[in-house]
């Protein structure tokens, strides 16, 4: 019963190859995230999602390219690795509701378990 | 300058003892603040929210002066499971896509090693 899933948990990969990750949340939430950690331990927002709607996309390289099929889902789809896309990708949701244009950042968020990215 | 700055540590500590993190942010319209823990190889998870009058959750106390921009927790009687990365988060709006919302930002994070 866990609340946010992600797969794989490992990825090692070649550089140049497509990979996707996958995020699934059961917590009912209508809002996800997906986050990068770099080996300096920076948690930075990468994407996020309302409602399968893009809210939030943080100056990440087009070969990054999240799809979000319904809200209980995320997805990560990077093409053309390069070395210094490894990292370990958190994706997290949380009950946040857009009313209009403005969040209060307000309620937690839940964090996924993690997918560590090694490309080589 | 980083927009969330925190001391990396590690702080090293004997159990029982009280140990306190600080916290500086740059942005002056920031909304809302945070501690999250992370624990090694593992996800972040939220410890607590921070409230401009100060708030207490057991053993832990935060506190917040919007003036100075500067964030603080404190540990009292440290537990060896205590042991973990405190990330110290905070609010700003994201500008780079349409409608203005906010997003976390989190600093580096400091790490509390606390010994038997």
């Known amino acids: 019963d866990t609340a946010v899933s992600q797969t794989p948990k490992y990825l090692v990969t070649q550089m140049g190859n497509d990979k996707s990750i996958k995020c699934e949340q059961n917590l009912g939430h209508d809002t996800m995230y997906w986050y990068k950690q770099d080996s300096k331990k920076f948690l930075k927002i990468m994407f996020s999602?309302?409602?399968?709607?893009?809210?939030i996309n943080e100056t990440v390289p087009n070969r990054f390219s999240p799809k979000s099929p319904d809200k209980a889902h995320l997805n990560l789809h990077i093409n053309s690795l390069e070395l210094g896309d490894s990292a370990v990708y958190f994706c997290a949701s949380s009950q946040e509701e857009y009313r209009h244009i403005r969040l209060s950042s307000t309620d937690t968020q839940y964090f996924g378990p993690g997918t560590r990215l090694t490309v080589l | 300058r980083k927009e969330v700055e925190q001391d990396p540590g590690p702080f090293n500590v004997p159990e029982g003892a009280t140990v306190a993190f600080n916290c500086t942010y740059s942005?002056?319209?920031?909304?809302?603040f945070f501690w999250y823990r992370q624990d090694c190889r593992k996800e972040p998870k939220l410890l607590m929210s921070?409230?401009?009058s100060g708030n207490e959750d057991g053993r832990f106390t935060a506190q917040l002066n919007r003036a100075s921009q500067y964030i603080s927790l404190l540990i009292r009687d440290s537990k060896l499971s205590d042991s973990a990365t405190y990330l110290c988060?905070?609010?700003?709006?994201?500008?780079?896509?349409?409608?203005?919302?906010?997003?976390?930002?989190f600093g580096a994070g400091t790490r509390l090693a606390v010994h038997p």
């Open positions: 999602y309302n409602n399968k709607e893009l809210i």
């Open positions: 988060v905070v609010t700003a709006t994201s500008t780079k896509f349409s409608g203005g919302y906010n997003k976390l930002i």
């Open positions: 921070v409230y401009s």
């Open positions: 942005n002056s319209a920031s909304q809302s």
